[in-house]
């Protein structure tokens, strides 16, 4: 997996922090470049479209002021503002260009112990044991292989933890997990699509084959584990690519996992914004809005017609059903 960069863009006061200063050793080759916020790099900010993909090979480091929980109502109780947002991956579909536009690059946020002290307390307040997503705004997998965050995370949440955190990733380097003590108490979920969707559309990120390996090793390594078959993209031929997948992960994920994981289905969500990304950075990538299929759905965002993910939800729902024999969570 490729994670070059080719500067990092700092905040000085991140460089007082311990994970600042390992980053500062780790790439002292690269041009550094200060900045007053994280949030706010005029020369990145005022890029073209076109250069998307130049920018996504920016790394941003600075200190997360931002510490507001977000209820949810799926896997988890809480989404938990973490150690990163914006990734190095470039899926066509990806909903952090919601809110970052182009500058969704990879940012990492060194006061990992703050963040770490508030989920604490927040668990330790709570009534009842609760549930935290860490990976809401990147792909803490991917961040792993940059900053070796989630260890620390993982083992300290299991000794000091009453509930449990939970991430999704699209990526397999998964290694320096598998030995971890966790207690239980990390729920590791994989994303899948369809093989051809995966090198047309989720760029830069494992192909399907490595993640069912990698999903295979965390359950064997004790962690519960789920699988997220998201976001459901309604190509012309979507049946057969959906199918294929079923196919692909009944024969490659282990008893363990169909007999121990749950199913999470999103259909895809696309925006004019990334609409506008895409056309201008990727004009050869595969289409992936339907404007026949998909509505608006308020704020210059698309989802599929009710007939289409009805048609989609159903087919879903048979093959899960007929071929993993997997519980679905929930379909959204």
């Given at each position: 997996?490729?994670?070059?960069?080719?500067a990092v863009y700092y905040e000085p006061q991140a460089l007082e922090y311990p994970l600042g200063?390992?980053?500062?050793e780790k790439y002292r080759t690269l041009p550094w470049v200060e900045i007053t916020s994280h949030n706010r790099i005029p020369e990145l900010s005022a890029a073209e479209?076109?250069?998307?993909?130049?920018?996504?090979?920016?790394?941003?480091?600075?200190?997360?002021?931002?510490?507001?929980?977000?209820?949810?109502?799926?896997?988890?109780?809480?989404?938990?503002?973490?150690?990163?947002?914006?990734?190095?991956?470039m899926c066509l579909y990806c909903y952090l260009v919601c809110n970052y536009n182009k500058c969704a690059y990879l940012r990492l946020f060194v006061n990992r112990e703050q963040m770490m002290e508030k989920l604490l307390k927040k668990d330790r307040a709570a009534p009842v044991p609760q549930t935290f997503e860490i990976g809401s705004n990147s792909d803490l997998v991917l961040e792993n292989a940059v900053t070796d965050n989630l260890p620390w995370t993982i083992e300290r949440f299991a000794r000091e933890g009453r509930g449990r955190l939970t991430f999704p990733t699209k990526f397999e380097m998964v290694g320096p997990l598998l030995p971890l003590e966790h207690g239980g108490k990390t729920i590791f979920r994989m994303s899948v699509n369809p093989a051809e969707i995966v090198w047309q559309v989720e760029l830069g990120t494992s192909p399907l084959e490595a993640r069912i390996r990698a999903l295979n090793?965390?359950?064997?390594?004790?962690?519960?584990?789920?699988l997220l078959v998201a976001p459901v993209i309604l190509m012309p031929d979507w049946r057969r690519q959906y199918g294929e997948l079923m196919d692909a992960l009944a024969g490659g994920l282990s008893q363990q996992v169909k007999r121990t994981g749950f199913v999470e289905v999103i259909l895809m969500t696309y925006s004019f914004v990334q609409d506008?990304?895409?056309?201008?950075?990727?004009?050869?990538?595969?289409?992936?809005?339907?404007?026949?299929?998909?509505?608006?759905?308020?704020?210059?965002?698309?989802?599929?017609?009710?007939?289409?993910?009805?048609?989609?939800?159903?087919?879903?729902?048979?093959?899960?059903?007929?071929?993993?024999?997997?519980?679905?969570?929930?379909?959204?």
């Open positions: 997996m490729d994670l070059t960069f080719d200063k390992a980053m500062r479209n076109k250069a998307f993909a130049q920018l996504k090979r920016h790394l941003v480091l600075g200190v997360r002021k931002t510490h507001q929980y977000t209820e949810n109502h799926k896997v988890s109780d809480w989404l938990v503002p973490y150690t990163s947002s914006g990734c190095r991956a090793e965390m359950a064997a390594a004790g962690y519960p584990v789920g506008a990304i895409n056309t201008e950075a990727f004009p050869g990538a595969a289409p992936i809005f339907d404007r026949a299929l998909m509505t608006g759905r308020g704020r210059g965002k698309y989802c599929y017609r009710g007939q289409a993910r009805a048609e989609a939800e159903h087919f879903l729902q048979e093959q899960i059903r007929e071929k993993l024999n997997m519980p679905i969570l929930y379909l959204a």
